[in-house]
Each structure stands twice: as C-alpha cells, then as structure tokens.
C-alpha cells in the first residue's frame, strides 16, 4: 500500500476530515488531498508530525506492521540461540547482515551482525575479511550509537577483535573507556538482593553473577600462573597449587545443565595442559590427564554431530596437537595405555 493510500485510511479511521489533518499539520487541504491521491508526497519533515497525529511508528506510514521489525528480530535471535551447525550458523549470520542492511539504525541488530559474523566458517583469508567487516560494524556503533548497553557491549567485542589483529595499544585504550567495576549491573543488583535479604527474584542475578565471578577469578589466575610461568617466578608447586583452583572454578563458571557443552570444552583443554606439563618432567600422571582430555574431547565431538564443517574441530585439533603428535609424550608411546589413547583420538576424526 503506497503512503497515500495508507494516511488516507489512518486518517478515516481516526474520524479526521482532510481539513481537519491539514489544521493539525499545518499545510493545506490541498496538499493532504494529493498525498492520498498519490499526486504528491509529504515533504520528509511531514513524517514524524504525521505519526504523532495517527499514534502510530513511522513505520507503519510506509506499510510496515507494529512490531513486525521486533517480532523478525525476536524470530532470529531464537534462530541464533539454536544454532547446530555450521550450516545454520552460516545462514543465521547472512540473516543478521541482511536485516542490518534494512535497519541501519537499529544498533542492537548492527550489534548481532558484528557478532555473528564469527559464527561462520571458512579460510584464513575469509576469516581476515569477516573480522574486518565486524571491526567496521563494531565502529560505527561506537561512532553514532548512544544506547549504553549497546556501546559497552560493543567496546568489548571490540577490544577482543583488537587484540586478534594485534592491535593491543587500541584495545587497551578502549578497555579503559569501559565502565569500572563497582558500576556493573551485576555488582549494584546484587547488592540490593543482599539488602533485601534475598527474594525469588533475585535468583536470576545470583545465578549471572555465579558464572561470571567465576570466569573472572578463573582470568585473573590463569594470568598470574602464564605470567608467572614466563618469569620463572613460579616453580613446579606453586604451579599445580595454582592451576587445580582452575578446576572448580570451570565447574562453577559452567554449573547450569545446559553449559555442559562448554564445560566440557574448556575441561579438554584443562587436562591436556596439565598433562603436557606432566609430560614434559617425565610424570607418570600425565598419561591419566591426557585420557581425561580425550575423554572431553570426545564428549564434545558426540554432542556436535555436523556433517557440514565440524564445530568440534577445536577440540580434536588440540588432543591430536598436544597429546598424540607431541613429542614430550614419546616415553609413553610404547604403553598399551598410550596405544589405546592414540586409537581414541584418532576415532574422533573418523
């Protein structure tokens, strides 16, 4: 339906002669009369007053429903959310780019284009080109966006994209424009649950804020063992004491039923580190650490069955890498226990 046609039924609907919208516009009857007869077009500067007159979006002046664009953005995140392989999250990322082409304005849309954008699979260089796409897009939110969620949530992408690029001066820069701590949603609502004295509603805050605390304790070790490994300012004992709070703090970060995806990701990598580190000093417990890695892997590779470009490809790489291909692991290569683990690896990648 063309603009015309549309005022003319918004205005009979809302029991408007053309006089009437024309003393409320302040232009003449004249002009009200060819935009419905498609013989003219409201002048652009026509368009908000035109939907504050009928209470209606602009949108829905160039035929659009109300809520259509929400409900599509709705529809896709669920798409998104359910995502199983490569395929799909393919098709979900050429969706979101196709929906922020339409909406160049709706940053929370621009914001899943970035985002999904990593979700595709490809070479080296496609995967170059898709990072620079999303830096572009991560930008121009941050240059026009004024919506704060939005902008935070952007800058922290941001920084991680930075980073990958080695761009480590900008994401530094723009990591200190972030907020600080003590202002975090997460912090202040679980304040007021505490004051409160806790409520049914608070459950959800107090479940955020288990998985997150959890991730950034579990940061902020794994940066002191790596730096204090490089600085030989941590010896052997130090080190495994250090390392074995990582455990329960994966445990905690990933504690919810449908994390186990996760969890078991980051437990593949947990125990295929510890055990090259055990291998490397000719312990025998590294072989008990390395079956616990293949054993994740495997779960991972179980729960992610994609024909089309394996999702668990990661997890394969990393045991086939650090465990059957390393050489710290040769004193074990002739045990029937390292054998067997061999074997396991190599069915993941059958």
Not at 58 to 85: C, H, S, W, Y
Not at 119 to 141: C, F, H, P, S, W
Not at 145 to 156: F, G, K, L, P, W
Not at 303 to 324: K, L, W
Request: net charge negative; hydrophobic share 40%; charged share 30%.
């Amino acid at each position: 339906m063309e603009i015309g046609s549309i005022i003319k039924k918004l205005r009979r609907e809302r029991g408007l002669t053309q006089e009437e919208l024309a003393e409320r516009l302040d232009v003449t009857p004249q002009a009200v009369s060819k935009w419905e007869n498609g013989a003219g077009l409201p002048d652009i500067s026509q368009i908000v007053p035109l939907a504050n007159v009928f209470d209606v979006p602009t949108d829905v002046l160039f035929g659009k429903q109300p809520g259509g664009d929400m409900l599509r953005i709705a529809e896709l995140r669920e798409r998104t959310r359910n995502v199983k392989t490569a395929r799909d999250a393919a098709d979900v990322s050429d969706a979101w780019r196709e929906l922020a082409r339409e909406m160049p304005n709706n940053y929370a849309v621009q914001l899943e284009h970035a985002r999904t954008l990593g979700m595709k699979n490809g070479t080296l260089g496609q995967a170059a080109q898709l990072r620079d796409e999303a830096v572009r897009v991560y930008e121009r939110i941050l240059e026009r966006c004024t919506d704060m969620e939005i902008r935070n949530t952007a800058t922290s992408l941001l920084c991680h994209l930075y980073l990958e690029t080695g761009d480590r001066d900008n994401a530094i820069k723009l990591a200190q424009s972030l907020p600080h701590v003590y202002a975090s949603r997460e912090l202040v609502l679980m304040d007021i649950a505490n004051y409160g004295g806790g409520s049914r509603g608070s459950l959800p805050f107090i479940r955020d804020n288990l998985s997150l605390f959890a991730r950034l304790l579990r940061g902020i070790l794994q940066i002191l063992i790596g730096t204090g490994k490089m600085y030989a300012d941590v010896d052997d004992a130090e080190y495994e004491r250090l390392y074995g709070y990582v455990k329960p703090l994966i445990e905690l970060q990933f504690w919810e039923p449908h994390m186990a995806d996760a969890r078991d990701r980051e437990f593949t990598h947990y125990y295929g580190n510890l055990a090259v580190r055990q291998a490397g000093r000719g312990e025998a417990e590294a072989l008990d650490n390395a079956e616990k890695a293949a054993e994740y892997a495997a779960r991972v590779v179980a729960a992610n069955p994609v024909p089309d470009g394996n999702e668990s490809i990661g997890e394969m790489q990393f045991v086939m890498g650090v465990i059957r291909d390393n050489p710290d692991f040769d004193m074990f290569r002739a045990e029937p226990r390292f054998i067997a683990l061999v074997e396991r690896i190599n069915a993941l990648d059958a």
